[in-house]
T-cell receptor
Framework: ETGVTQSPTHLIKTRGQQVTLRCSSQ?????VSWYQQALGQGPQFIFQ???????GRGNFPPRFSGLQFPNYSSELNVNALELDDSALYLC????????????????FGPGTRLTVL | DAKTTQPNSMESNEEEPVHLPCNHS???????IHWYRQLPSQGPEYVIH???SNVNNRMASLAIAEDRKSSTLILHRATLRDAAVYYC??????????????FGTGTQLKVEL
């Protein structure tokens, strides 16, 4: 059983550019969530996807968008990058459905470190 | 989301027990208490969760106060590999809160030889 993987591990972009981050869920998991973790802070929920549809969103602007594919892999897209978007981006997969399941364990990937210059 | 309060940092010696406290005075009756930890350069990982009764698993124990307004994560014998940020999180037991985990800043545990 493979765990959650993310690519790339590190990325440097300039302000105004667009970026796509990728996540491969743990085998059998049908729900994926994305988090942003600024330096010294806890992760902040961006959104989750279930059955290829966004199903819950945190306090992030529309320029943060995502996709979930039939094989449950996922992408996070960020348009018009800003300096404050520099952070570790984490994805987490779980098995639970739209409501997330009552207490399903979430499995996190190692993250993608994004630096915006 | 109900809020949790944790100390910013704690220190322990290797092979000694560690008690990590968490206050959650506004917890609702259906909130479960979850703990995750984040080792350096890794994503968070699940540790344990409970509702009212104390819980044990291979990683740790969770002691929940009778009024549920506080809880304590117990590592019975800390090792250097337990050095991490520990997060106490409340999740709505009715819906699971979706998959949203609301992280605070957690407790940075330092383990020394």
């Amino acid at each position: 059983e493979t765990g959650v993987t993310q690519s790339p591990t590190h990325l440097i972009k300039t302000r105004g550019q667009q970026v796509t981050l990728r996540c491969s869920s743990q085998s059998g998991h049908n729900t994926v969530s994305w988090y942003q973790q600024a330096l010294g802070q806890g992760p902040q929920f961006i959104f989750q996807y279930y059955r290829e549809e966004e199903n819950g969103r945190g306090n992030f602007p529309p320029r943060f968008s995502g996709l979930q594919f039939p094989n449950y892999s996922s992408e996070l897209n960020v348009n018009a990058l800003e300096l404050d978007d520099s952070a570790l981006y984490l994805c987490a997969s779980s098995l639970g459905g739209a409501s997330g399941g009552r207490n399903n364990e979430q499995f996190f990937g190692p993250g993608t470190r994004l630096t915006v210059l | 989301d109900a809020k949790t309060t944790q100390p910013n940092s704690m220190e322990s010696n290797e092979e000694e027990p560690v008690h990590l406290p968490c206050n959650h005075s506004t917890i609702s009756g259906t909130d479960y208490i979850h703990w995750y930890r984040q080792l350096p350069s890794q994503g968070p990982e699940y540790v344990i969760h409970g509702l009212t009764s104390n819980v044990n698993n291979r990683m740790a124990s969770l002691a929940i106060a009778e009024d549920r307004k506080s809880s304590t994560l117990i590592l019975h014998r800390a090792t250097l590999r337990d050095a991490a940020v520990y997060y106490c999180i409340l999740r709505d037991g009715l819906t699971g809160g979706g998959n949203k985990l609301t992280f605070g800043t957690g407790t940075q545990l330092k383990v020394e030889l």
